[in-house]
């Protein structure tokens, strides 16, 4: 369903999408190609004391990181315009649906759903579409560039991303497997709290005329707790999720210097190398 529904409404901005894939892409690549830079800079320049080398190799990575900052700029653009027209487009579709619902078809759906779902489910899905656009967008080309730019630095430290990615992969997992439920009830508990306001504004008179107020009141109270319960039960999940993830850096981090330091100790391996191998792995990381 959701795969039908992007396809669709994202057939207009096919231009946009080109153009915000090509933008991700020159973004990733000069990001890339800063750490292979920085690299010969400690080799090349610092090591040897060329300061002509410094300044010339600094000045190229002024301009890559210029380059990058347009692109990114650029492609963050391109992604909040696609996904703003698609939530325009698919309100107004989904708008124009309901209203030609009979009463029968309106009575099974039930307004309070049919206002979640204009409203509450289609921001979700424009939000993935600007998400996509920004992040997830330029994550295989940073994971698979990575890979090979870290191969290019150094192949004898390869088994530490054969090491780290599992180890980031499979809690993660774990965590989303154990959100996605809760989620899905999340969505059911807001059709909730918005049937029961819509109950009780629609039928104010009727609620004040049996002096149901309190009835009432602890109606909502009762849908209220519930959604907010499974909030807090989805807070607390994205709440281990980052945490996690530094954590798993921060290792990663630790590991290459460690076994990094050790191949530049034996001259299997240049500083610059191992800085630039460093920031691959952890670019790689951040991708997945």
């Known amino acids: ?66 380059l990058k900052i347009c692109a990114t700029v650029a492609a963050v653009y391109c992604a909040a315009y696609v996904a703003m027209g698609f939530g325009r487009d698919v309100r107004a579709a989904m708008f124009s649906r309901v209203g030609s619902f009979s009463s029968l078809e309106v009575s099974r759906f039930g307004a309070p759903s049919l206002i979640t779902r204009n409203t ?62 809760r989620y899905r009830l999340m969505q059911t508990c807001v059709d909730t709290v ?27 109270e009762m849908a209220n707790r519930e959604l907010t319960d499974v909030s807090l039960q989805v807070g607390r999940l994205m709440a281990m999720m980052f945490p996690l993830v530094i954590l798993i850096l921060n290792l990663s981090s630790v590991a290459v210097l460690w076994f990094g330091g050790q191949r530049v100790d034996a001259g299997l391996m240049e500083i610059g190398s191992l800085t630039a191998y460093l920031g691959y792995v952890i670019n790689i990381l951040v991708a997945v």
């Not at 306001?197 to 009432?216: H, L, M, P, W």
Request: charge should be neutral.
């Open 1 to 66: 369903m959701l795969v039908r529904l992007l396809s669709t409404y994202l057939q207009p901005y096919r231009s946009w999408l080109c153009g915000l894939v090509i933008l991700q892409l020159v973004s990733v690549l000069s990001e890339l190609s800063l750490f292979n830079l920085n690299g010969e800079i400690i080799d090349n320049g610092v090591a040897r004391g060329d300061t002509s080398f410094i300044l010339q190799v600094g000045l190229t990575m002024l301009g890559v990181a210029l």
């Open 120 to 181: 509450n489910d289609i921001q979700q899905v424009q939000m993935l579409v600007l998400a996509g656009g920004t992040m997830l967008a330029g994550a295989p080309v940073m994971m698979l560039g990575g890979v090979v730019m870290a191969l290019r630095e150094d192949v004898g430290l390869s088994w530490l991303l054969l090491v780290s990615v599992p180890a980031l992969l499979v809690p993660l997992g774990v965590l989303i497997s154990r959100m996605m439920p």
């Open 194 to 220: 918005n049937k029961t306001i819509r109950e009780q504004i629609a039928g104010i008179r009727v609620v004040r005329a049996f002096v149901q107020e309190r009835f009432e009141a602890h109606r909502f």
